[in-house]
């Protein structure tokens, strides 16, 4: 079994375990993995975002909260994997976490012949995509948050030719294009709608006052006049 398929294991297995929980020997018997590789697991999975917590004592172990997980689903395997694919697609945008966390209470929570099934589906499955550096994950739920709640922001950000600038900005949109993630908005000191590239950016502070600019939607002719010049 492969790193990947134990991580979904584990996760089923603290499923099933219910309040009771696994001990780390336990999970370690039943993967045939040692201790060590166990908190390995379970750290990996507590960065992910998966409520596992740890109860201390003789009879204490590793605990999933039941209220972060679904019922049993009734995905067909392929329907599985076409909702992985469309999950690993966010891996270089400011969801990929939350992707990640999603794709294992999925499959956590589908019968194990279906789940069994998916798995070995997903490995005749190879998903190509054009490489971008990911955004650093703070500047990205910073920036998400901002533009939830219509706040403006200054960045730190580095430009196309490699110079530092900062820029207060109304950002409107994340957008989502083929060489990465963009906010899209509204620049004060440009007086212009200007895009930034995510993974350009190296600080944002949240600035008081409302938008004084309205929000508008950028498309694709945004996209292609402004986005690949940053």
């Known amino acids: 079994m492969n790193r990947v398929d134990r991580l979904y294991a584990v996760v089923e297995e603290l499923r099933a375990a219910g309040p009771r929980g696994r001990s780390a020997p336990r999970l370690a018997e039943r993967f045939e993995v040692s201790v060590r590789t166990i908190e390995r697991d379970i750290l990996a999975l507590q ?25 049993p689903l009734n995905f067909t395997p392929a329907e599985a994997v076409a909702t992985a694919i469309g999950l690993r697609r966010l891996d270089d945008t400011p969801w990929a976490r939350d992707a990640r966390t ?18 070995k589906l997903a490995d005749g499955v190879r998903l190509l995509t054009q490489p971008v550096s990911p955004p650093d994950q703070a500047i990205a739920d910073a920036v998400v948050r901002a533009v939830e709640d219509r706040t403006p922001i200054r960045i730190e950000y580095l430009d196309v030719g490699g110079r530092e600038t900062v820029r207060e900005i109304e950002p409107h949109q994340v957008v989502l294009g083929p060489n990465g993630s963009y906010i899209a908005g509204w620049c004060r000191l440009r007086e212009d709608e200007r895009w ?11 600035r008081p006052g409302p938008f004084l600019q309205p929000v508008r939607d950028h498309g694709v002719e945004d996209y292609e006049a402004r986005a690949p010049a940053f």
């Open 196 to 206: 930034f590239r995510l993974d350009r950016v190296h600080t944002v502070v949240a």
């Open 102 to 119: 999603a794709l294992l209470k999925i499959v956590a929570a589908m019968p194990d012949a279906a789940a069994d099934r998916a798995r």
């Open 47 to 71: 960065e992910a975002g998966v409520p596992i917590s740890a109860q201390v004592g003789r009879r204490g172990g590793y605990v999933l909260d039941r209220s972060m997980t679904l019922p």
